[in-house]
């Protein structure tokens, strides 16, 4: 069984999930990010020789994950799509899955993020923002000084433990957001140390919670 860590964000305990997922027990929530869905089919268009498996791998978790929490909200936080044609391009087997993982909870929330900005699909409802108990989740950060789970960014760190050095996707939190890993199976990491990150910070700099195989672990320092 994968591991996970609570942690206090803006007021709330959180549980950050080994499996890339938060969950929010207070309000039976499971949020995800950036499952970037048929990326492979996007990329073949261009000649890339990749396997198109990325879909059917990033549901399966994605099924498995919702399976095991049984949360009443389930909140994917953009870039669920690769691309506004990416809902064409899925088998309909994939699509059948899509729908059905939606419908398996009370509440299903797709925010739109730039990937999949207007992409239509007859049953997904889009939305730019989700607020909860004064907690906004996002896609791309705003300006404002609310507390903020975003995605967006896919944050990865390098760190050195017992002379092994390891890498992996990253939660990454300070005072007023805390920015989701990318779920899907065919995406990759902006590491924190990117200027992307400090300017996003200011003052108060993102603390990393490493993803490693099934475990999570607070980093001491990024």
């Not at 779920?183 to 902006?190: A, C, I």
Request: contains cysteine; hydrophobic residues 40%; charged residues 20%.
């Amino acid at each position: 069984m994968p591991s996970s860590i609570e942690v206090r964000f803006a007021g709330h305990d959180m549980v950050l999930d080994a499996e890339l997922a938060l969950y929010w027990p207070e309000q039976d929530a499971l949020v995800v990010s950036d499952l970037h869905l048929e990326k492979s089919t996007y990329l073949a268009q261009f000649g890339s020789a990749v396997a198109p498996y990325d879909t059917l791998d990033t549901l399966v978790r994605l099924d498995a994950l919702r399976n095991r929490y049984r949360p009443k909200a389930l909140i994917l936080l953009g870039d669920s799509f690769h691309d506004r044609a990416a809902w064409t391009r899925l088998e309909p087997a994939a699509r059948d899955s899509v729908l059905a993982i939606c419908n398996a909870v009370e509440t299903c929330h797709l925010v739109e993020g730039n990937h999949d900005l207007g992409l239509t699909a007859s049953g997904l409802n889009f939305c730019e923002e989700v607020v909860l108990d004064g907690l906004v989740f996002r896609h791309e950060p705003d300006a404002s000084s609310r507390p903020q789970v975003v995605g967006h960014f896919h944050p990865a760190i390098s760190t050195e433990l017992r002379g092994h050095r390891l890498r992996g996707k990253c939660f990454a939190m300070n005072g007023r957001m805390l920015i989701m890993p990318a779920f899907g199976s065919f995406t990759g990491g902006l590491s924190l140390h990117d200027s992307a990150f400090s300017e996003l910070a200011g003052d108060d700099p993102f603390r990393p919670y490493l993803v490693y195989r099934n475990t999570v672990a607070a980093i001491r320092s990024a």
